[in-house]
């Protein structure tokens, strides 16, 4: 009896806290994309020299690439969309699919109104068909637990490379998608962001900052205007060690007013994440300087508030 009664509680949480959406198959996506590991999908979608002129090299290249394993045909929702464009429907809120020039757009509809919607499918390029060009394209996966996964890529001769994963939450109650998480692969750097507080960037450039190397912001005068560059790493990871560091020194010296680096930082990380999050266009380097930016300054300022 206790067990049964045990039961009735976990699925009475389960369906209470989690929700399950009868997703349209013919919408729902591919779920590869719930999961990113965006270093490992670049290495793997790599391209050598010997792709464009090796069919062997070419083939085993191809086949190493996980997104040309995918089943779901993306073609395909373009086709359906004018027949039957509801991906989901109850009495509460319904999710529709519709176009917007090359773009396949997501909303939530309560009452007949158009309550939130988010791209779920993109595609654009440089305008060239010459060698040397890029595409980029957007795929996505709706969960029927109401998770919601988007991944924009980019293609050029050297292989597909992964640059902005969001995982979007639908919130019934509220009738609006919630952004959860983000992950920026910007060219050396990738940031992790799990919102409202939580921030991480790591670099695989093996010429950025290193712990015996002195830092200025002049650094920054070597960047070209409107665009990222590591300039901003360098700086964000040389103070974020200052910082910690300052504290450190701070609450040895001060044992009865001790600081909490944990919640400093996420006091600064929730100001910082602030800012719109990027789409799949030209946005992304504005983001990144306005959030790397954000996190210079205010550690800078709290370095000078520390007076050891």
């Given at each position: 009896?206790?067990?049964?009664?045990?039961?009735?509680?976990?699925?009475?949480?389960?369906?209470?806290?989690?929700?399950?959406?009868?997703?349209?198959?013919?919408?729902?996506?591919?779920?590869?994309?719930?999961?990113?590991?965006?270093?490992?999908?670049?290495?793997?979608?790599?391209?050598?020299?010997?792709?464009?002129?090796?069919?062997?090299?070419?083939?085993?290249?191809?086949?190493?690439?996980?997104?040309?394993?995918?089943?779901?045909?993306?073609?395909?929702?373009?086709?359906?969309?004018?027949?039957?464009?509801?991906?989901?429907?109850?009495?509460?809120?319904?999710?529709?699919?519709?176009?917007?020039?090359?773009?396949?757009?997501?909303?939530?509809?309560?009452?007949?109104?158009v309550k939130d919607k988010i791209k779920l499918y993109?595609?654009?390029?440089?305008?060239?068909?010459?060698?040397?060009?890029?595409?980029?394209?957007?795929?996505?996966?709706?969960?029927?637990?109401?998770?919601?996964?988007?991944?924009?890529?980019?293609?050029?001769?050297?292989?597909?490379?992964?640059?902005?994963?969001?995982?979007?939450?639908?919130?019934?109650?509220?009738?609006?998608?919630?952004?959860?998480?983000?992950?920026?692969?910007?060219?050396?750097?990738?940031?992790?962001?799990?919102?409202?507080?939580?921030?991480?960037?790591?670099?695989?450039?093996?010429?950025?900052?290193?712990?015996?190397?002195?830092?200025?912001?002049?650094c920054l005068n070597e960047c070209e205007e409107g665009?990222?560059?590591?300039?901003?790493?360098?700086?964000?990871?040389?103070?974020?060690?200052?910082?910690?560091?300052?504290?450190?020194?701070?609450?040895?010296?001060?044992?009865?007013?001790?600081?909490?680096?944990?919640?400093?930082?996420?006091?600064?990380?929730?100001?910082?994440?602030?800012?719109?999050?990027?789409?799949?266009?030209?946005?992304?380097?504005?983001?990144?300087?306005?959030?790397?930016?954000?996190?210079?300054?205010?550690?800078?300022?709290?370095?000078?508030?520390?007076?050891?």
């Amino acid at each position: 009896m206790k067990g049964l009664l045990y039961l009735i509680l976990c699925l009475v949480s389960f369906y209470a806290n989690g929700a399950l959406y009868n997703i349209n198959k013919s919408y729902q996506g591919d779920p590869f994309f719930k999961n990113v590991n965006m270093q490992k999908l670049e290495e793997d979608c790599s391209r050598s020299v010997e792709y464009w002129n090796d069919s062997d090299v070419h083939d085993e290249e191809e086949r190493r690439c996980p997104l040309n394993s995918i089943k779901f045909d993306y073609r395909n929702v373009f086709n359906l969309i004018e027949q039957d464009p509801i991906v989901y429907k109850d009495d509460n809120f319904q999710l529709e699919i519709s176009l917007s020039s090359d773009n396949i757009i997501l909303s939530l509809i309560h009452n007949h109104q158009v309550k939130d919607k988010i791209k779920l499918y993109g595609y654009m390029n440089d305008g060239s068909s010459a060698c040397g060009g890029w595409v980029a394209y957007q795929r996505y996966y709706i969960s029927s637990n109401g998770d919601i996964y988007t991944l924009w890529l980019t293609e050029t001769e050297e292989g597909i490379s992964p640059t902005l994963w969001k995982h979007y939450k639908i919130d019934s109650k509220n009738k609006k998608f919630i952004l959860k998480e983000m992950l920026i692969n910007r060219y050396y750097d990738q940031f992790k962001i799990v919102y409202p507080d939580k921030f991480s960037a790591i670099s695989n450039n093996k010429f950025s900052e290193n712990s015996n190397k002195q830092f200025d912001d002049s650094c920054l005068n070597e960047c070209e205007e409107g665009y990222y560059c590591s300039c901003y790493f360098d700086l964000y990871s040389h103070y974020q060690r200052l910082l910690e560091n300052r504290i450190i020194a701070f609450n040895e010296k001060n044992k009865t007013k001790n600081k909490s680096i944990t919640l400093l930082k996420n006091r600064i990380n929730s100001k910082c994440l602030s800012f719109s999050p990027p789409d799949y266009d030209d946005t992304f380097d504005s983001y990144l300087i306005n959030v790397m930016s954000c996190f210079i300054d205010e550690y800078k300022d709290e370095i000078k508030k520390l007076k050891i």
